[in-house]
Each structure stands twice: as structure tokens, then as C-alpha cells.
């Protein structure tokens, strides 16, 4: 009964901040890694940031130097800060926490909407 809770999305102006936070629950064992993804409509879902192990971390060219991926000292929660944002950012976004390469858990998803 693994949950993934995402929360913090929500409407913003260009170039405004907001941190996304995602929390999961329910696993013996630790999630190895822990990563945002997005999806705008009629587009497809791409990977946004990514948090491994110990702390490597992976980015999108899109939003290198304006997103931070980071986590929590329990490893179990997972946050994303978002500076200067940009309309095109605007998406739902999924929070998919991974105990191995043959098991991960989806959040819900929570809206960015960046907009005048």
C-alpha cells in the first residue's frame, strides 16, 4: 500500500517561484530514487528532474539553472523549487518514487499554472 501524495502546485506569474513537494509512504524499504515528471495537455509526459541514492541529481536542459530537486534527511520526501518560471512550464506534475528499476508508484499529479 505504497502512497505518493504530491502538494504546493498552483497558479503563479511569470518569473514567480513555487516548491512542489512530494511525499511517499508505505514501502520496508527505502526509495532509491525520486523524480518529478510533467504533462501539458495534448503533449507527453517527460521527466523533469531526478534525485538518486545518495543525492546525484539530473535535470532537464529546459530548466537546468532555474529548478532544485532536493530530499529530506528520511529520504521519503521529495521537493522541487521552481524559479522563474515560464508559461511553457505549465503542467500537471507527477511525483514517481522507485525502490528498484522493475518497481515505482505514480503521485496524482498536481497543477503548475503559470500565467498573467
Known amino acids: 500500500q505504497v502512497q505518493v501524495v504530491e502538494s504546493g502546485g498552483g497558479l503563479v506569474q511569470p518569473g514567480g517561484s513555487l516548491r512542489l513537494s512530494c511525499a511517499a509512504s508505505?514501502?520496508?524499504?527505502?526509495?532509491?530514487?525520486m523524480g518529478w515528471y510533467r504533462q501539458a495537455p495534448g503533449k507527453q509526459r517527460e521527466l523533469v528532474a531526478i534525485?538518486?541514492?545518495?543525492?546525484?541529481?539530473n535535470y532537464a536542459d529546459s530548466v537546468k539553472g532555474r529548478f532544485t530537486i532536493s530530499r529530506d534527511n528520511a529520504k521519503n520526501t521529495v521537493y522541487l523549487q521552481m524559479n522563474s518560471l515560464k508559461p511553457e512550464d505549465t503542467a500537471v506534475y507527477y511525483c514517481?518514487?522507485?525502490?528498484?528499476?522493475?518497481?515505482?508508484?505514480w503521485g496524482q499529479g498536481t497543477q503548475v499554472t503559470v500565467s498573467s
Open positions: 508505505g514501502s520496508l524499504f527505502r526509495f532509491y530514487t
Open positions: 514517481n518514487a522507485q525502490l528498484n528499476s522493475k518497481t515505482d508508484y
Open positions: 534525485i538518486i541514492g545518495a543525492g546525484n541529481t
